[in-house]
């Protein structure tokens, strides 16, 4: 073989090797660097969702304990109330532990200081649910529903509304980084491309293969990304709604349930404490008498002759005289005092915490003064009076029916001695 045959040859074949030395070289070097990209970034992402899990588990959270104090300020049973308090507790440990996980993750300074407004606004949150809790402690259910409502179901809806700020920028982050992902993969492969440009047709021809593969991909990715987007946001459309159909419906339920037990514990007619919720609250009253050494007393009051007013003027005008009765007798009472309709013409009444006897006497006149004053039901003037049985505790008895019995038997001594009048127990 001629040497320049031979020159050709090896020239040639240094040429190729030269050739798929760089091409190689170029191609190791270009994958190296996309997939280092590629595991930086789905680190990144990785991180990012993990801290968005946390996130959403601290906001379900949130929302898990403004639950638990709305039904709270609903319940009156002390051990059912110690139940859904130690459950809220819980709550705020599950809480506190998805926090701690949260801060220890690769964190950026626009989301510690998202994470440092939302610890302020939680620590108002918490500072007002304890106040929530303390209202129930002390039997003020009512108030701790309007403070609820009032001020702390706003402030942890602003707790909530940080955390999705928080959630809303780690959506932002992740769209950034696959933007950044797509630049730094084009990077890489107009490095490639540079290399490969040096190398014979072949590799210009395996380049162009190649950039067309990526430029494929990219537009796959991007079509991806776009649907992705569409995706996402029908997915928000869809959660706002169900949350507010959730809402509504909880609204509704909770609504409901207030009516039925408003139904099961009061008199539908006067709208007082029935016979049974009575005997619920004096029964919690004796207790609170007995823990704190103070006296009570047991009112039994009877409408005289109302079965003639019935039979006169009929059972409606007979309910209209029994609603006016009640409301005479109650705007009589403080607030502290219990009154219920037992039955037919029959009230009870629970003066709590007396300071002097003589303040019975006074009461029993001023409630006999009260409904003895004449009334108007439609165009009829009615007069009616009452009888009223007192008994005291713990003089009389430690219990409802002991000192419902004597309160009773000291009404009908009444009756039999001319009505319109009281008696306490012997």
Not at 199 to 214: C, E, F, K, S
Not at 370 to 377: A, E, G, T
């Amino acid at each position: 073989m001629p040497l320049d045959s031979k020159k050709a040859r090896l020239l040639l074949l240094f040429s190729f090797s030269f050739i798929i030395v760089l091409t190689l070289l170029s191609n190791i070097l270009g994958f190296k660097h996309l997939k280092t990209v590629q595991n930086d970034i789905n680190q990144i992402i990785e991180t990012q969702n993990t801290q968005t899990a946390f996130m959403n588990k601290m906001r379900s959270l949130a929302r898990e304990r403004v639950i638990k104090l709305q039904s709270l300020t609903n319940e009156y049973d002390p051990f059912e109330q110690d139940n859904i308090i130690s459950q809220f507790h819980e709550l705020g440990g599950l809480f506190l532990e998805n926090r701690e996980l949260l801060m220890i993750t690769n964190l950026t300074e626009d989301e510690l200081t998202l994470l440092k407004l939302q610890r302020g606004v939680a620590r108002n949150v918490v500072a007002s649910q304890y106040r929530v809790i303390k209202l129930i402690k002390e039997g003020k259910n009512e108030q701790s529903s309007r403070f609820l409502m009032s001020y702390t179901i706003p402030a942890q809806n602003e707790n909530i509304s940080l955390m999705d700020q928080f959630i809303l920028y780690q959506n932002h982050q992740n769209l950034f980084l696959k933007s950044e992902a797509q630049k730094k993969i084009k990077s890489a492969s107009e490095t490639v491309l540079l290399l490969s440009s040096f190398t014979i047709i072949l590799t210009i021809i395996v380049a162009a293969i190649v950039i067309r593969n990526i430029t494929s991909m990219l537009k796959i990715q991007s079509q991806s990304i776009a649907k992705h987007k569409i995706i996402e946001k029908k997915l928000a459309e869809a959660q706002e709604i169900l949350e507010v159909k959730v809402e509504q419906r909880t609204k509704d339920l909770q609504k409901a349930n207030k009516e039925l037990q408003y139904r099961a514990d009061h008199d539908p007619l006067t709208g007082l404490a029935n016979r049974r919720l009575f005997n619920e609250l004096l029964s919690h009253e004796i207790n609170k008498a007995e823990r704190n050494h103070y006296s009570l007393a047991i009112l039994y009051v009877n409408l005289d002759d109302f079965k003639a007013i019935n039979n006169t003027l009929g059972h409606a005008m007979g309910d209209k005289l029994l609603v006016n009765v009640s409301k005479r007798l109650k705007s009589s009472l403080r607030k502290e005092d219990l009154i219920a309709r037992l039955g037919g013409d029959e009230f009870s009444i629970c003066y709590t915490n007396i300071k002097h006897p003589e303040d019975i006497v006074l009461l029993c006149q001023i409630l006999i003064n009260k409904v003895s004053q004449p009334m108007f039901l439609d165009k009829h003037q009615c007069k009616i009076s009452i009888s009223i049985g007192v008994s005291l505790y713990p003089e009389h008895g430690k219990n409802y029916d002991t000192l419902l019995r004597v309160a009773d038997n000291s009404m009908f001594q009444v009756k039999k001695q001319g009505k319109n009048n009281f008696a306490i127990g012997d």
